[in-house]
């Protein structure tokens, strides 16, 4: 075990106990002080999945918020079918739709929804992906080819209102029910549920960072062609870990449909995918942990925030992004493994001075020439 992944376990420990025992007790296990905590714990997952791809790989995914969003309609819709009953949603009504559409009849399964919500945006994450880096595209344009494809996926979704609901989304879902148990998402089983979730992912990401995968993902970040002249398949890898980042993206939006109750095609906006981005680099890109505690972090001031600047949190967040970019590049994550470093240089040189207090210098008497 290096030195590095004992520290980001213990890390991942405290940040466990945090959440699991210090969050509901510190909130004196109020539903709906949980229900908005547990929003900002599905969050962290869309952000350390960006983190997965933009820190290791270096490949930054604007187009993050579509696979979230494909997660967050796949559990709506079974939620939809399940507070419909025999009859079709009433959009569908409203809309004049004959019949149930064909995509939405294996939802009626929580199996296959759970499934879809998962593997789903994996898919059209890893067809992108092979798009992109089989053509050795790179840098800024991977950025922008992802960021199209949120615009053009977000305008199917709103145009195609028979199927998805439109610009209203998909509203009055029932409750989630496993194994007979009716899931309650003001209630503390339902928060615990999404913390393990979090710290679940996390414990993924973490396994992935610090295995054979992960160093050959720094290589490509730092060299791509070096790598690939070792013998390793550049585009391989790099669509794997588009694929890896996609999934845990529909994880997270999954868990945010049960916590908001309700589907919206926000949740594939522009601003909310560069909202990912911005929690990433706040915490931090290279730590799948740092980027978790950065969404958290900025979604818990803007909760206590946007009530005061309600027309200007979008204008905060920017500032944020400029102040991190520019003074914090490295964000939260930097700042904490620089002063544990500059704490640990102090305290060893210390350490050596009291041991060996002959290696201390002999202060310059005063006329003393040099």
């Not at 868990?255 to 589907?263: G, I, K, N, S």
Request: proline share 3%; charged share 10%; glycine share 12%.
């Amino acid at each position: 075990m290096t030195t590095r992944l004992f520290y980001d376990l213990v890390a991942l420990v405290i940040f466990a106990l945090v959440i699991v025992l210090g969050v509901p007790a510190l909130m004196g296990f109020d539903g709906f002080e949980l229900n908005t905590f547990a929003r900002y714990l599905a969050l962290g997952i869309a952000s350390l999945a960006l983190a997965l791809s933009w820190g290791s790989a270096g490949l930054l995914n604007l187009g993050q918020a579509a696979t979230f969003g494909m997660g967050s309609y796949a559990m709506a819709m079974h939620l939809k079918l399940k507070a419909s009953g025999a009859g079709l949603p009433d959009f569908m009504g409203w809309n004049n739709v004959p019949e149930l559409p064909l995509i939405w009849v294996p939802f009626h399964s929580l199996g296959f929804t759970l499934l879809a919500g998962l593997l789903v945006p994996a898919f059209v994450g890893g067809l992108i992906a092979m798009f992109m880096f089989r053509a050795r595209i790179a840098g800024v344009f991977v950025a922008i080819i992802t960021l199209a494809f949120l615009v053009a996926f977000q305008l199917v979704v709103i145009e195609e209102q028979g199927i998805t609901g439109g610009q209203n989304g998909l509203t009055g879902l029932a409750p989630l029910n496993v194994l007979g148990w009716s899931v309650d998402t003001y209630g503390v089983g339902f928060y615990y549920l999404v913390a393990g979730c979090l710290v679940t992912a996390i414990t993924i990401g973490l396994y992935l960072t610090h295995s054979k995968f992960g160093l050959i993902l720094r290589a490509i970040r730092e060299d791509a062609d070096r790598t690939r002249f070792l013998g390793y398949n550049v585009a391989n890898y790099q669509t794997v870990i588009f694929c890896i980042s996609a999934a845990l993206a529909g994880w997270a939006g999954m868990l945010y449909t049960l916590v908001l109750e309700f589907a919206s095609p926000t949740y594939m906006s522009v601003s909310f995918s560069l909202a990912i981005v911005i929690w990433c680099a706040v915490g931090g890109r290279d730590s799948v942990l740092a980027a978790a505690i950065g969404a958290i972090l900025v979604n818990l001031l803007e909760g206590r925030l946007s009530d005061i600047f309600v027309e200007g949190w979008n204008l905060m967040l920017g500032v944020i992004f400029v102040f991190v970019v520019m003074f914090m590049p490295r964000g939260l994550n930097g700042l904490v493994g620089d002063a544990w470093r500059l704490l640990g240089g102090r305290l060893q040189k210390e350490r050596t001075i009291a041991t060996r207090p002959h290696l201390q210098p002999e202060p310059v008497k005063s006329g003393q020439e040099n």
